[in-house]
């Protein structure tokens, strides 16, 4: 790996007082090339600009995907990644959806080790906050010929994460719009899934809600994802979440909570969630949670449920009371060292 350094660290200790997320990027970023078949050598060098031209494919034909985690520093300046392992397999998912080259784990494990030690400063310790690790690949050959490109940058940029505050959001059941379908890339984490999910979501907010449930592309009949997470429902004391699928992304924070949820002994029911089910749970009473799960915000619970043309209030629950604050709880200590790791969920970077 060849590592250019910055001549001066861009580093001062306001960056952990922005409020903004994703535009404070560290000093270094990785980039590795793709040409002729093979991965060149990657290096780190300072953040900025890349050069490319407009006939780049990634911009005609959208061969371009991502992946997102985070980084945490511990009371003794010790930084580990969450889960990293999980990240990798799915961003080689993702490429061999997209019909891009698998990236070698010399080049995506030991890259991310090797920028996130050398940017450590920029990891923050207070509880909340992070450094999140955006991974991200694109096709740059530079030709307008709608076919599988052979040239592609894989990139690898750090940027500081505040503490988010998760104010609960409402959200519409889409009963139109469809994030993915059956046989699709729904699955992976490509660029395209989120460009056609913008759209839909503006809609939802012109009917005055956050976010969208989304739905099976089928029938509209069962839950799938919530803006750009996996979704859970509790009703009465049992969480539910549809199984993954070619349509559901196998989100990393879905699959923790989940494993949390079941060793702390809590019903948990992994199969499909039909709307009618949600509705007449709230009829009932029993609609007691619903809540998006996911890296950028761990969890984020609903207030509003949108049902067709009614809006379907949900009161937030006590922390104490509430399975989402509950779990959420449980994976932050984990994340931020507080207690053990009996997952062996926390990557050590550096010595
Ligand atoms: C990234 C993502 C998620 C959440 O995955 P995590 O690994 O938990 O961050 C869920 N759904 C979609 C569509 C995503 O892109």
Same mark, same amino acid.
């Given at each position: 790996?060849?590592?250019?350094?910055?001549?001066?660290?861009?580093?001062?200790?306001?960056?952990?007082?922005?409020?903004?997320?994703?535009?404070?990027?560290?000093?270094?970023?990785?980039?590795?090339?793709?040409?002729?078949?093979?991965?060149?050598?990657?290096?780190?060098?300072?953040?900025?600009?890349?050069?490319?031209?407009?006939?780049?494919?990634?911009?005609?034909?959208?061969?371009?995907?991502?992946?997102?985690?985070?980084?945490?520093?511990?009371?003794?300046?010790?930084?580990?990644?969450?889960?990293?392992?999980?990240?990798?397999?799915?961003?080689?998912?993702?490429?061999?959806?997209? @019909?891009?080259?698998? /990236?070698?784990?010399?080049?995506?494990?030991?890259?991310?080790?090797?920028?996130?030690?050398?940017?450590?400063?920029?990891?923050?310790?207070?509880?909340?906050?992070?450094?999140?690790?955006?991974?991200?690949?694109?096709?740059?050959?530079?030709?307008?010929?709608?076919?599988?490109?052979?040239?592609?940058?894989?990139?690898?940029?750090?940027?500081?994460?505040?503490?988010?505050?998760?104010?609960?959001?409402? &959200?519409?059941?889409?009963?139109?719009?469809?994030?993915?379908?059956?046989? $699709? &890339?729904?699955? #992976?984490?490509?660029?395209? @899934?989120?460009?056609?999910?913008?759209?839909?979501?503006?809609?939802?907010?012109?009917?005055?809600?956050?976010?969208?449930?989304?739905?099976?592309?089928?029938?509209?009949?069962?839950?799938?994802?919530?803006?750009?997470?996996?979704?859970?429902?509790?009703?009465?004391?049992?969480?539910?979440?549809?199984?993954?699928?070619?349509?559901?992304?196998? $989100?990393?924070?879905?699959?923790?909570?989940?494993?949390?949820?079941?060793?702390?002994?809590?019903?948990?029911?992994?199969?499909?969630? #039909?709307?009618?089910?949600?509705?007449?749970?709230?009829?009932?009473?029993?609609?007691?949670?619903?809540?998006?799960?996911?890296?950028?915000? /761990?969890?984020?619970?609903? @207030?509003?449920?949108?049902?067709?043309?009614?809006?379907?209030?949900?009161?937030?629950?006590?922390?104490?009371?509430?399975?989402?604050?509950?779990?959420?709880?449980?994976?932050?200590?984990?994340?931020?060292?507080?207690?053990?790791?009996?997952?062996?969920?926390?990557?050590?970077?550096?010595?």
């Amino acid at each position: 790996m060849i590592i250019e350094k910055i001549a001066e660290s861009k580093f001062n200790d306001s960056v952990f007082d922005s409020k903004v997320f994703g535009k404070n990027f560290t000093d270094h970023m990785l980039v590795a090339k793709y040409k002729d078949g093979k991965w060149d050598e990657p290096k780190i060098m300072p953040y900025g600009a890349l050069e490319f031209t407009p006939a780049a494919m990634a911009f005609h034909y959208g061969q371009a995907i991502f992946e997102g985690m985070k980084a945490y520093k511990n009371e003794n300046d010790e930084v580990f990644i969450f889960r990293p392992d999980r990240n990798f397999e799915r961003f080689n998912l993702s490429a061999e959806r997209l @019909n891009m080259p698998t /990236v070698p784990e010399e080049i995506f494990m030991e890259g991310i080790q090797t920028i996130v030690d050398l940017d450590r400063q920029w990891v923050p310790k207070n509880y909340g906050t992070s450094l999140y690790i955006r991974p991200t690949m694109f096709a740059t050959e530079e030709a307008i010929s709608a076919r599988s490109s052979n040239e592609f940058m894989f990139v690898v940029l750090l940027a500081y994460a505040p503490a988010y505050y998760d104010k609960p959001l409402s &959200v519409k059941i889409a009963d139109f719009y469809s994030r993915s379908a059956q046989g $699709g &890339v729904g699955f #992976a984490k490509c660029a395209g @899934n989120y460009a056609a999910s913008f759209y839909p979501t503006q809609e939802a907010q012109k009917d005055g809600y956050d976010q969208v449930i989304w739905t099976d592309s089928i029938e509209h009949k069962y839950i799938e994802e919530a803006g750009t997470m996996n979704v859970m429902v509790r009703i009465g004391d049992k969480l539910l979440t549809a199984p993954t699928s070619e349509r559901i992304l196998n $989100g990393v924070t879905r699959d923790s909570l989940l494993t949390l949820a079941k060793d702390s002994g809590m019903d948990v029911e992994i199969r499909p969630v #039909a709307v009618q089910e949600m509705y007449d749970a709230y009829k009932d009473g029993q609609l007691k949670e619903v809540f998006g799960c996911g890296t950028a915000v /761990v969890v984020n619970s609903y @207030n509003a449920v949108g049902f067709a043309e009614e809006r379907a209030p949900i009161e937030i629950l006590s922390d104490e009371e509430s399975f989402a604050s509950i779990l959420k709880g449980k994976l932050r200590d984990i994340q931020y060292g507080l207690v053990e790791d009996p997952y062996g969920w926390r990557v050590k970077v550096g010595k």
